[in-house]
Nanobody
Framework: QVQLVESGGGLVQPGGSLTLSCAPS????????MGWYRQAPGKQRELVAR???????NYADSVKGRFTISRDNTKKTVYLQMNSLKPEDTAVYYC????????????????WGQGTQVTVSS
């Protein structure tokens, strides 16, 4: 089973920027949908943004115009560029991957990273 490895979280002041990245722990053939979810204390996990292998994207209304999701299909890596960060963006951000195809043809669904903390505070 592949693991998703996230990086890029941290502490940033309001109005600042951070970039998250997520890559598989081993070589795989392809991934269909990749995305980012977040969970703030006392709240349910929510979709932030997702992107298909063809480049179609979806964003939560709360991040439209501030966050940009992108991916490198060669590296099987997904990125989340977060600009104009607000205190309400504070949460643990989780990488997500669906329809992971391994070399040899096996397909797995619903993979999650371990989460990376993003804290927006002055």
């Amino acid at each position: 089973q592949v693991q998703l490895v996230e990086s890029g979280g941290g502490l940033v002041q309001p109005g600042g920027s951070l970039t998250l990245s997520c890559a598989p722990s081993r070589s795989i053939f392809s991934i269909n949908t990749m995305g980012w979810y977040r969970q703030a204390p006392g709240k349910q996990r929510e979709l932030v943004a997702r992107i298909t292998s063809g480049g179609s994207t979806n964003y939560a209304d709360s991040v439209k115009g501030r966050f940009t999701i992108s991916r490198d299909n060669t590296k099987k890596t997904v990125y989340l560029q977060m600009n104009s960060l607000k205190p309400e963006d504070t949460a643990v951000y989780y990488c997500y991957a669906d329809r992971v195809r391994y070399y040899g043809g096996t397909v797995g669904n619903d993979y999650w990273g371990q989460g990376t903390q993003v804290t927006v505070s002055s």
